[in-house]
């Protein structure tokens, strides 16, 4: 048995009137595609540049860290603790631990000749609290740096910034 079709609806569009879609125009898909292309074009450059500031923050807070753990491992154990430094490599070292800092950043050392060995820079903590002294300079490509500075007498950690204009 067949069943009769059910009841057949006629749809009428009025005169002046137009049956449109749901659909998008090609020009409201171009002015979406400006727009996110205006947005990358505004928020790649500004991340690239939040990336290399933080990297710099952070091999700073390196130093300064691995600087102040040598002082009081000096200090605690009783044992005199070197920081070496390879300015080629962009590596610093304390005992086992090792920090490899960017490459893109300018590493200068200035440190004590006595202590140093061959192409290493040295800072040396000693028990008593004070070091061989020294300067470490970071510094970002065309931008600005930093002097971190390790006082001979004291052993203190201070930082500088500096501009490179």
Do not use: C
């Not at 923050?57 to 600087?67: E, K, N, P």
């Not at 950043?105 to 000749?113: G, H, I, K, T, Y």
Request: aromatic fraction near 6%; hydrophobic fraction near 40%; avoid cysteine.
């Amino acid at each position: 048995r067949l069943d009769a079709p059910g009841p057949i609806t006629m749809t009428t569009v009025q005169p002046g009137t137009s049956r449109r879609g749901t659909g998008f125009t090609i020009v409201e898909l171009l002015a979406a595609i400006t727009i996110v292309g205006l947005l990358l074009a505004v928020s790649v450059p500004a991340s690239l540049r939040f990336y290399d500031s933080m990297q710099y923050r952070q091999a700073v807070r390196d130093i300064i860290t691995t600087l102040g753990m040598a002082r009081y491992h000096a200090v605690n154990t009783g044992k005199a603790q070197d920081v070496t430094l390879d300015p080629r490599k962009k590596l610093l070292t304390l005992g086992e631990e090792a920090v490899q800092l960017p490459q893109a950043f300018n590493l200068v050392v200035s440190s004590a000749s006595e202590v140093n060995r061959g192409e290493l820079a040295v800072i040396r903590f000693y028990p008593d609290g004070g070091s061989s002294g020294g300067d470490i300079d970071l510094e970002r490509p065309g931008a600005s740096g930093v002097t971190i500075t390790v006082d001979w007498l004291m052993g203190g950690i201070s930082q500088q910034v500096y501009d490179l204009d």
